[in-house]
C-alpha cells in the first residue's frame, strides 16, 4: 500500500519497489466515496437513519480492505491505517513513511 497523495515521500517505496502500487483509491470506489460524503452531509442536517446508511459503508470499506491484505503475505506501506490493519491480520509489514514522518512519531511514542 503506496502513498499517491500529497503526503507521500519521493523516495517511498514506488522508487524501492518493482511490485504494483496500490492505495485506498483502489478499495473506494468513486461511488462509494460520494456516498460517504452525502451520509456525512444528511448527519450534519441531523437525518436520523444515516448512521445506517455510515455503518452499511464502513463495513464494506473495511470487508474489502481485508481481504485485500489477506490476499498477501507481505506488505509494504506508508499509510499508517494500512500499518494497522496488516498488523492485526498478522502481516510481515515493511514501513515507508510520509513526508510529515507521522509514522516514526506514532512508533517513537508507542
Do not use: Q
Amino acid at each position: 500500500m503506496v502513498r499517491s497523495d500529497k503526503e507521500a515521500n519521493s523516495n517511498n517505496a514506488n522508487n524501492m519497489l518493482s511490485k504494483r502500487s496500490f492505495d485506498w483509491a483502489n478499495i473506494i470506489s468513486p461511488s462509494m466515496y460520494l456516498m460517504s460524503r452525502s451520509i456525512i452531509i444528511l448527519d450534519k442536517l441531523r437525518y436520523s437513519n444515516s448512521m445506517k446508511f455510515w455503518d452499511k459503508i464502513a463495513s464494506d470499506m473495511v470487508f474489502k480492505s481485508i481481504n485485500y491484505f489477506m490476499s498477501h503475505n507481505e506488505v509494504y506501506s506508508g499509510r499508517l491505517h494500512g500499518i494497522i490493519l496488516a498488523a492485526l491480520l498478522g502481516k510481515k509489514i515493511t514501513c515507508f513513511d510520509n513526508n510529515y514522518k507521522k509514522i516514526v512519531v506514532i512508533f517513537l511514542a508507542g
